[in-house]
Every structure is written in C-alpha cells, then in structure tokens.
C-alpha cells in the first residue's frame, strides 16, 4: 500500500488526508499540536467549544460547504444574521447596506456616491489579473478618493498589513469585497454569515474521524523535525515529540518511512524541516512574508456593542477589529456570557509579541472604553491571547510570479500552506480547495 504523510494537522492537512484515504492511500498525520485544528482550533470556554482565531462562514464558500455535506454534517450549518459596522472618530456606523454607505458621515455626498460605485464596480469583476500590477491602495484613490482611502481602507490596509500596507495589492481587496458582498441578499440590506453548531472542531473531528475508519492514523504531540531525503527523493521523515519526550512505551516513532511527504506547515517552517532544499525553491519560499495574528477573546458581562464585525477605523487603536462573536452566536451558548474578539496584525517585530498577555489586555482596555464609554474592566471575566507567526500571508503586486508550486524539487515532497491560496485571501474554503487539489496531485503521481 502506497505510503503518504501529512506534516499538519489544520484543514488543509486534514482535507488532504481525508481524499487520500478515499482513495486506498495508507496516510499518516503529524501534528504538533496535542489538539487538530491549526488556526481554526478551538478551545473550551464554559461548556462549548470556542475557536481560538474568530470563523464564520460566507455562502460562496462552496469547496467547504460540499465537504459540510459529504461529512453529513449540513444540519449544523447554520446561517446567522449579522451586523457590520465601522468605527470612527468616537462613533459606530453601520456598514452593510447602501442606505448605511450613503449616511456614512465622515464622507461627503459625493464620496459615498464614489465609494458605493466602487463597491459595485468590484463586485462584477472577474478578471482579477488586471488588478494585480497596482497596489490596493493607488487603485482606491484613482477610482475613488484620497478620502475614502483615508477614512476607510488605509487604516484597514494598515492594521492588516503594518509597514507593508501600501505594497498590498488590489487583488487582495477585490478578494475581501468581493466576498463579503457575496453572504448579502440580493438588496445588499441584509448580511449572512455561516457558522457551525458546536463550532468550527465538528468539522474538524469528523474529518479526523473519517481518516481513522479508513485505516489512516493521526499523532498528535508529535513534530516533524526534518524530512527525510536522499538522491532527490523523499524518504520519510524524522520526528521529534512537540512537548516531553518519545519513549519506548509510546507508539511513535523517531522516525516514518514513506512514499510521499505532504507539508502543509508555514513557509519557514518547511524550510527549517527541509535544509536541503534547492536554492531557488527556496527563494521563492522566503519572499512571501507573513503577518503575525494577535486575537485577545474575552469573555464579558456586558455586551460591548450590537455589531458582530466592527472595522476599526482609527489609526491610534491598537487592534483594527472587534468581532463580538455573541452577536452572531447567542450568549446562552457560552454560560450567558458576552464573547468578544479583538484582532490584530503585526509585523513579526512588533513589541507588543513581548508582551504577556495581561499586559496586552491592559494596553486595549483604554480604547475598548473609547467603543462603549461604560465598560469597565469589572466586566472581563476571563481573557485569552492567542498569537500565530503566520497568520496572513502578504499579498502584494505581481503576486502570483512569487507563489511556490505544490510540487517542490525532491520528488514525492509537496508543499500546501495558505501562501498558496490566491487570488482570495486566506479561508477554510480555500484551505479545503488546497487540501484537495493536493490530494489530487499526489493522486496523480501514483
Ligand atoms: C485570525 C484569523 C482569523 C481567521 N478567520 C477566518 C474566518 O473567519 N473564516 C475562515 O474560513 N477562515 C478564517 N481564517 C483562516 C483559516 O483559519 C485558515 O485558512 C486555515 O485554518 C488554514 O489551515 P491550514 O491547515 O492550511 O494551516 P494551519 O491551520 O496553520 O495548519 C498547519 C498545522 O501544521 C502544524 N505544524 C506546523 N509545523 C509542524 C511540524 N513541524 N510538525 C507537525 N505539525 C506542524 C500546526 O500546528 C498546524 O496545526 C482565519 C485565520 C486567522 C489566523
């Protein structure tokens, strides 16, 4: 039987595993983390399941909405009201429908005529190619204004994106529009977002499950260390135990023989796994530079605002989002307690990543009161910071020339991470697109 390891243990990973499985493959998946999940794991607050970075769902989410099905799982999907916003100046504007855009104040009459054709304009364009010579941020102000892009997209662009904001490209932006316009009802006044029941784990765990009943394994605790390779071909790889040691009365070994090496790991750390790599893979691997996500969740008495998704549009702010997941998902789910996530994006040298993580929360509370004046820090009855060193990969002009293939130079080792996923930005649906085009392609060579 045809061996295939999966380093990861995230959607894409576990999607990956899944098709292959289908297919005969004996596959076995590394994880390092003594949890599944990757970015869309979760975490117990209260008496649910709670993801550690916030999810939902769009309806164009096709890839992840058939796997829903597939895994029997559509009944949990649930479709939820949701409500955006943007926050400026000291005030929350609603953001969803064009009734919101043409009395959104701190533009003038004619911008918010401007922004709402922009908007239009987006959201019929396909053709993404051309907008990926020029940065998202000359492109708003060519066909928009240098307002709007003050007002609107360049804190965004640079809460997203920190130094690098103005090298992001329009086809990034086109992505993030073009897919929230899609989850509006057809009179843009409405906006729905899927969420599942039980949270983004069920997902997770069936996926988990479906390996193992067709006979693969899953490790977890365990990391690659290196990937085995010799005269250019994949031999296997060697593990090491993420967190105490791999004894005798463990099952795992110290190292596994295989056919071929899925990776679905970060660019570094593939390239810290794989030293001999060839040169100009390698290159390519270390020119797309990531963001750093820091989310603090909080779990409040209080409600801090009616909005689920709140933009910030301050540049002073610390953070560029508050997403009040209990305003999507009801509170009585989490012990009648209020789930707030505060986002952000830094560069891996931001001080802030020395910070711990009540000083992180102490450093947002000032500006948390600026969003409602009566919170009180009284009102936190529990805090967690979360932090991943590749949470958002950049995107910038010409990007596609810079994307590293699936297949890599050692034949039977292939790369799958979310540099990969393009033109859209970053999702569980694309991150089961790439579990399955992998799959694929492994498919293929055998
Ligand atoms: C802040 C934030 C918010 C998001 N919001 C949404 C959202 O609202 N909706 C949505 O659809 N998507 C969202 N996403 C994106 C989504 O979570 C990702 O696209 C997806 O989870 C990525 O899956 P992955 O398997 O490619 O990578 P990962 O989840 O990063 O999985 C890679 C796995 O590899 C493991 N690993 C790394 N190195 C090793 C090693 N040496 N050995 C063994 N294991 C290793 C890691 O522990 C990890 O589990 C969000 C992401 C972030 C960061």
Known sequence: MTKITVIGGGITGLTAAYELSKSGFQVTVIEQDENLGGQAGTFR????????????????DAHIIGLIDELGLRGKLLWLDSRTGVFHKGRIYPFVSPVDLLRFEPLSIADRVRL?????????FKDWHRLEQITARDWVIHHGSRRIYDVLWGPLLRGKFAEAADEVSMTWLWGKISLRGSSRSRDMT????????????VIIDALAQAVRDRGGEIWTGVRAKRVLVEGNRVQGL??????????????VPRAIHCDSVIATVPSHTFLKIVPEIPERYADKLRKVRYQVAICVILELARSLSRIYWLNISEESFPFVGVIEHTNLVPPSEYGGNNVVYVTNYVSPSDPILGLAADEVVRSYLPFLRKINASFEESWIRSYRVY?????????????????PSHETPVAGLYLANTT???????????????????????????
Do not use: C, W
Request: proline fraction near 4%; glycine fraction near 8%; hydrophobic fraction near 35%.
């Open 420 to 446: 990969q996923i393009y033109p859209e930005d970053r999702g569980t649906n694309y991150s089961v697109r790439l579990g399955q085009d992998i799959s694929a392609i492994v498919r293929s060579a055998f």
């Open 116 to 124: 709402g054709l922009m908007y239009l304009r987006l959201r019929r």
């Open 190 to 201: 409405r906006e729905k977002l899927g969420y599942l029941a039980g949270s983004f784990q």
């Open 238 to 251: 060697e593990l090491e135990p993420a967190n105490g040691s791999i004894d005798a009365a463990t099952p």
């Open 45 to 60: 607050l209260e008496n649910a399941l709670l993801e550690k970075y916030y999810h939902h769902l769009f309806s164009s």
């Open 387 to 403: 932090r991943d060193e590749s949470g958002q990969p950049i995107v910038v002009t010409g990007y596609s020339e810079e994307i």
